[in-house]
């Protein structure tokens, strides 16, 4: 089993359409992030998660939402989906000084 | 601010040849260097971190403060090691702990 689970693999939304993408993790770890991923642009930090109490705002945050329900659980939301926000996401956790672990990647397309 | 420079978007070498994957960093306090590599299919993972100086995979990076490089080497490429490498800057600040990812280099091994 994975010890990062993001869901769904792949999501085609419509313009406008309140989406929420998910991730679990099974490490145990305090800090959760995500990331977007474009073509030519690297990763892009949303937002961010050092515990449950706590959420930052990445470089990119605008028309994002997170959600930390529990230490295990961190939840991005699309409040109304735009085309641009059509990308390969990724949910991350570490611990400390370790790198990353890393999801799979939720592909979402906006059309 | 701290960010992350990949010069080479594509690199292309052939199988047994040497391959450097050059990574450039501006960060004012003392940061700590990551490489992640991405297989095709696959999940982003952390190949190596300068802290530990290890060799993965054959792969190793040194941190050059006075260049304020990571370059990534191995002295003889394998087709396997054909993927997307990213190159990650976190500050060396147990607080702060969110990496500034480069652009990624999409390296090819040709037989």
């Known amino acids: 089993d994975a010890d990062v689970t993001q869901t769904p693999r792949n999501r085609i939304t419509k313009t406008g359409k309140r989406i929420m993408l998910e991730c679990s993790q099974t490490?145990?770890?305090?800090?959760m992030y995500w990331y977007r991923q474009d073509p030519g642009l690297g990763l892009r930090l949303i937002y961010y998660?050092?515990?449950?109490?706590?959420?930052n705002k990445g470089e990119i945050s605008d028309g994002y939402s997170v959600s930390r329900q529990a230490q295990a659980k961190f939840s991005l939301s699309l409040e109304s989906a735009i085309p641009n926000q059509t990308a390969l996401y990724f949910c991350a956790t570490s611990q400390h000084a370790y790198g990353y672990t890393f999801g799979s990647g939720t592909r979402l397309t906006v059309v | 601010a701290q960010r992350v420079t990949q010069p080479e978007k594509l690199l292309s070498v052939f199988k047994g040849a040497p391959v450097e994957l050059k990574c450039n960093y501006s960060?004012?306090?003392?940061?700590?260097l990551f490489w992640y590599v991405q297989y095709s299919r696959q999940r982003l993972q952390l190949l190596l971190r300068h802290i530990s100086r290890e060799s993965i995979k054959g792969f190793t990076a040194d941190l050059n403060k006075g260049e304020t490089s990571f370059h990534l080497k191995k002295p003889f490429a394998q087709e396997e090691d054909s993927a997307m490498y990213y190159c990650?800057?976190?500050?060396?600040?147990?607080?702060?702990?969110?990496?500034?990812f480069g652009d990624g280099t999409t390296l090819t091994v040709k037989p």
């Open positions: 990650a800057l976190r500050p060396g600040n147990t607080n702060a702990g969110k990496s500034t």
């Open positions: 998660s050092f515990d449950v109490k706590d959420i």
């Open positions: 960060y004012s306090g003392s940061p700590e």
């Open positions: 490490k145990g770890h305090d800090r």
